[in-house]
């Protein structure tokens, strides 16, 4: 007995209810797929590309149309299979006329769509179904909140408006390598809370709007390698939370790894705050935006700062950063965080140096730490900061204060040998007047009197300074030890 759908259906609405159709109201296409479906063979009703520029729904002909009641009939059950055989629906070049409502629904059977047309959009709302494949069709929507696929969902290389996958559960892979999506209810793609199991295939992507994957799971990989995404809806905006964000994914979950490479582009801002990844991040992309990775937690991130886009790093958490590049090439990738000066971000990237055991760019780092938080200060707190960071790089270059106290000393020398107002030894008094503790005894034995006392009194006045600018390296030698 063959059904169709009498009632309305939809978001809020109870699922399809199903009355009979008699057999010559089929038309063609329909036939052959109604004999089709026990068997699970698949059905080429000759269609065009629905993808192309130019396509039009007049394209295909009476005998290539099938009624969005017929599908929906078959996956409910109108028919049943053969034995021994798994019933499926496989329709390709077709056009789907009215629209086909699954809200609900627990199909048993697999959906597979190929170089379709669809007049309306796809409802599958709270529905359970196994498969469901729509590869090169076109489709004004796909709304599959809260609905669970026992398999992979597979929208590649379709042309679609809204797809929305909030609350969505997927047992198998997402795959939407090649697809077109484009705004048209405030966001391409809604993937709130959306669940996939295994990975999400986002290579050669192509969006036009807003890709929301907020709190999302994805358990393996989540590739947008190749993918271009774009937000004229929202300019990008880099001092506004809300407007310009082309991706967001604050708090995705990636049991995996995430990659933005080989040719990512993204007109606007992308988001990671809060993500954790338990794999490798890969910035590779040209964002004309912002990147931001605030609070993320990430297993390697692999970035190369002289095509990082200004990215936001307060609180991001990385065990290992690719490729080692010197702490020189990194600072700049820090500096043009449009935050300004944050501390964490300069105690993460030090920290990853000591890890690898190059303490000298750790140092390099914390350096440019303390540069970076005086320039935050008003004027009169920089004076201090001055002297000691040209006296001794606030400790992380002791060998400048080493250069300074040779210079001063080699000063000190000539002059009270030229002068003959010192000891019979100008080079140990000199040095005995640089040293704050004065160990060889000379300095009260020996006053000066005139320029030699102005002299004196730079050399102690530098000693101490210096001795004060390189306590901050001792202190943590002996910490290390």
């Known amino acids: 007995m063959w059904y169709a759908d009498q009632g309305p259906s939809g978001a809020g609405r109870s699922p399809p209810q199903w009355t009979p159709v008699e057999l010559g109201d089929l038309t063609e296409g329909e036939r052959r797929l109604m004999a089709a479906f026990p068997r699970g063979a698949a059905v080429d009703l000759g269609g065009g590309d629905p993808t192309r520029e130019g396509a039009a729904a007049a394209d295909w002909s ?40 699954l809200t609900g629904a627990v199909v048993p059977y697999g959906l597979r769509l190929a170089r379709c047309w669809l007049d309306e959009p796809v409802e599958a709302r709270d529905a359970k179904l ?64 959306l669940s996939v199991a295994q990975s999400a295939i986002c290579h050669d992507l192509t969006v036009t709007g807003r890709v929301r994957l907020l709190d999302a799971q994805i358990g393996g990989a989540l590739i947008f390698s190749g993918a271009r995404l774009s937000n004229p809806h929202h300019p990008p905006t880099s001092g506004d939370e809300s407007g310009g964000i082309v991706l967001d994914m604050h708090g995705i979950r990636v049991g995996q790894g995430v990659d933005l490479d080989e040719g990512f582009t993204a007109v606007g801002d992308v988001r990671l705050r809060g993500a954790r990844v338990d794999g490798q991040l890969h910035v590779a992309a040209e964002v004309a935006g912002t990147l931001d990775l605030r609070r993320a937690q990430v297993q390697s991130l692999r970035l190369k700062p002289a095509n ?108 009270f040998a030229a002068a003959g107002s010192g000891p019979p030894d100008p080079a140990l008094y000199a040095l005995d007047l640089l040293l704050p503790t004065a160990p060889f005894g000379l300095e009260g034995r020996f006053p000066q009197q005139g320029p030699g006392l102005w002299v004196a009194a730079v050399l102690q006045v530098l000693g101490w300074a210096l001795s004060l600018a390189v306590l901050p390296a001792v202190a943590r030698a002996f910490n290390r030890t």
Do not use: N
């Not at 964490?344 to 970076?372: C, F, I, N, S, W």
């Open 62 to 101: 009476p005998d290539q149309q099938v009624r969005s009641e017929v599908v929906a009939g078959l996956l409910l059950g109108m028919v049943d299979g053969e034995p021994g055989r798994a019933p499926q629906l496989d329709l390709a070049g077709a056009r789907i006329t009215g629209r086909l409502d």
């Open 308 to 415: 990082a886009a200004p990215t936001r790093l307060d609180g991001l958490d990385y065990a290992d950063l690719k490729p080692d590049e010197p702490a020189t090439s990194r600072l700049g990738w820090l500096r043009r965080d449009p935050d300004g000066y944050r501390a964490q971000p300069y105690e993460q990237l030090a920290t990853q140096y000591r890890r690898l055991g190059h303490d000298e760019q750790a140092r390099r780092v914390l350096l440019a730490k303390r540069r970076a938080y005086r320039s935050t200060r008003s004027w009169w707190w920089r004076l201090p900061g001055l002297v000691v960071d040209g006296l001794a790089g606030y400790g992380y270059a002791p060998g400048r204060a080493v250069c300074w106290l040779c210079a001063a000393w080699l000063v000190g020398w000539w002059y």
């Open 130 to 193: 196994r498969v469901v494949s729509l590869v090169r069709c076109r489709v004004p929507a796909f709304h599959g909140m809260a609905m669970q696929v026992d398999g992979a969902l597979a929208l590649t290389g379709s042309r679609l408006g809204t797809v929305a996958l909030a609350d969505a559960t997927i047992a198998g892979r997402l795959h939407m390598t090649g697809a077109h999506l484009s705004e048209s209810a405030g966001y391409a793609f809604l993937g709130t809370r």
